[in-house]
């Protein structure tokens, strides 16, 4: 396995603002994959960050709204730009390790837009 | 269209009282079946991965088994720690990469 951390934990955020999620694994990996968990409901996939080029975003999300980086193999940024409450939400880094199938996953961003 | 429908949403057991939770699929290029489990603020936590008809994995309590169409998840003589929310994802490669897709998951509340 891995060891995933992500910053901030949790945070309170007024409407409009953007707020910048760290994920950060301790070991090289080949994928890095962003999801939401909207409160009461399952994983979603928004997008799967590349190294070195612009990330995959999955259908109802986009680019302006989640810009993502990967500028390394181990660490990844999520942005969630001009946020309203319908974005509170857990967000979820996870990654694929080098000769494995399962993906693991980081402690989640608790997101609380007022 | 690929979809993961888990059942029942929520559960609740007695200590010691076996019981199985569902998770039927539709996907097509299927590379394996996960189970999860999440704790209430947590992020999920790997418990098996399953890649064909008939095969089966156990950990403790728990064992995994899955056929052409669904998986299942056993728990036998359940302890009030293994409450949680237990999440099957299909493991699939659309687009041209890999993709998890998530089942809503079964809350699983077991009593003393």
């Known amino acids: 396995s891995a060891v995933i951390s992500q910053k901030p934990s949790r945070d309170i955020c007024q409407r409009g603002t953007s707020l910048t999620i760290q994920c950060q694994v301790d070991?090289?990996?080949?994928?890095m994959f962003w999801y939401r968990q909207q409160p009461g409901q399952s994983l979603t996939l928004i997008a799967t960050?590349?190294?070195?080029?612009?990330?995959?975003?999955e259908s109802g999300f986009v680019i302006d709204k989640f810009p993502i980086s990967r500028p390394n193999l181990t660490f990844s940024t999520l942005t969630v730009s001009n946020m309203s409450p319908e974005d509170s939400s857990i967000y979820l880094c996870?990654?694929?390790?080098?000769?494995?199938?399962?993906?693991?996953f980081g402690p989640g961003t608790r997101l609380t837009v007022l | 269209e690929d979809q993961v429908t888990q059942s029942p949403e929520a559960l609740r057991l007695q200590e010691g009282e076996s019981s199985s939770l569902n998770c039927s699929y539709t996907?097509?290029?299927?590379?394996?079946l996960f189970w999860y489990r999440q704790d209430p603020g947590k992020g999920p936590e790997f418990l098996f991965t399953?890649?064909?008809a008939g095969e089966e994995k156990e950990k403790e309590r728990l064992k995994a088994t899955l056929t052409k169409k669904e998986s299942f998840l056993h728990i036998t003589a359940p302890k009030p720690e293994d409450s949680a929310t237990y999440l099957c994802?299909?493991?699939?490669?659309?687009?041209?990469?890999?993709?998890?897709?998530f089942g809503a998951g079964t809350r699983l509340a077991v009593h003393p």
């Open positions: 994802a299909v493991h699939t490669f659309s687009g041209g990469y890999n993709k998890l897709i």
């Open positions: 399953l890649y064909s």
């Open positions: 996907v097509s290029g299927l590379r394996g």
């Open positions: 070991s090289q990996v080949t994928m």
């Open positions: 996870s990654v694929d390790l080098i000769g494995a199938d399962e993906q693991f």
């Open positions: 960050a590349n190294q070195g080029s612009e990330a995959t975003y």
